[in-house]
């Protein structure tokens, strides 16, 4: 089951080993855990992987061939079937699930109107109205893949052109429409994925000098992120960008070295979309099911996030034998 490029698929699993078994783990901890909050360090590692999961996702799109309408066509096609059928289960449970369990104080609202939903569910969850809690990543991805055809149908020189524009747009609508700032802190990174180019060259020679320059690099860039202001200003492109290389040459070196452990990783990766879509919805059950007594870091970590890695890969795994059966 490994990859050709397996190291990509070791980054992607421990990036979202890292949001979903820690990061968002910790909202599920109760007393005298619930007093843990997390940095400042912390939530610019989370960027950073936030960063490179749009990076991911713009990366291998690159090479797609879009030359006609029919091309277009295929291209939605393949995203709806890939990723928009779960993101919407995920959209309309969480939005039920909130508004029942919260009424008996078991749960929070995901999403804060029904409007909300809706905007959520057609990709401008983060351009009108308020964006859901979790699920804002996803609706604000989606709007990414709408302009994606366009991008590749365009020669090179037009594709530069186009993403200067749409960055200049967001920008702008960022100031004057106050659209949700993490379009315009996201969408460059995407674009950077669409841009790259292959990464085998970059792994192949110097790996360990590589590596520890780039974390280096990372490191200078987020203490003067921590120093200037911990929330989103121009270091924070900085300290993404070499965030998402020090995470590629990890995992490269984890691949190398460790080879062990990569196959686990790989079916991480495969399941990790369902692990985002769905973690929360598995994780308010697990804790109503504890009765929220006793809700721990260790809980968290030995329960929680093996109950939702195992149940990810088989959704994942069944979703995708159902689709292959209706799509022949």
């Not at 309408?69 to 096609?77: A, E, W």
């Not at 985002?276 to 809980?299: A, C, E, M, N, W």
């Amino acid at each position: 089951m490994i990859s050709r490029l397996a190291y990509f698929d070791v980054a992607r699993a421990l990036c979202m080993l890292w949001v979903v078994g820690f990061w968002h783990a910790m909202g599920y901890w109760t007393s005298p855990y619930d007093r843990i909050e997390g940095s400042d360090l912390g939530q610019i590692i989370t960027w950073g992987i936030l960063a490179g999961f749009t990076f991911f996702s713009g990366y291998f799109l690159r090479h797609k061939t879009v030359n006609t309408l029919d091309d277009i066509k295929s291209f939605y096609k393949a995203r709806f079937f890939k990723f928009y059928i779960l993101y919407a289960i995920s959209c309309l449970t969480l939005y039920f699930a909130g508004i029942i369990l919260s009424a008996s104080g078991k749960g929070q609202i995901w999403f804060s109107s029904p409007s909300s939903l809706v905007y959520s569910l057609i990709g401008l969850g983060t351009y009108l109205g308020v964006a859901p809690a979790t699920l804002w990543y996803m609706t604000m991805l989606m709007s990414f893949y709408f302009i994606t055809p366009v991008f590749l149908f365009l020669n090179q020189k037009h594709r530069f052109y186009f993403i200067v524009l749409l960055n200049s747009f967001l920008l702008l609508a960022t100031s004057i429409f106050e659209i949700d700032v993490r379009n315009i802190m996201y969408f460059p990174f995407y674009c950077f994925g669409l841009f790259s180019l292959d990464f085998n060259k970059l792994v192949e020679k110097h790996l360990p000098a590589k590596t520890l320059g780039c974390l280096f690099l990372f490191g200078i860039s987020a203490v003067i992120q921590l120093h200037t202001s911990s929330q989103f200003n121009n270091w924070f492109y900085s300290s993404c960008f070499f965030f998402i290389l020090s995470i590629i040459l990890v995992s490269r070196i984890i691949e190398t070295w460790l080879p062990q452990v990569v196959s686990l990783l790989v079916k991480v990766s495969y399941g990790s979309m369902a692990a985002f879509l769905f973690h929360r919805q598995v994780y308010g059950v697990l804790k109503i099911l504890l009765k929220d007594s006793g809700i721990s870091p260790v809980t968290t970590s030995l329960i929680f996030l093996p109950t939702i890695f195992i149940l990810s890969f088989y959704v994942q795994q069944g979703y995708d034998f159902i689709i292959n059966k209706l799509i022949r």
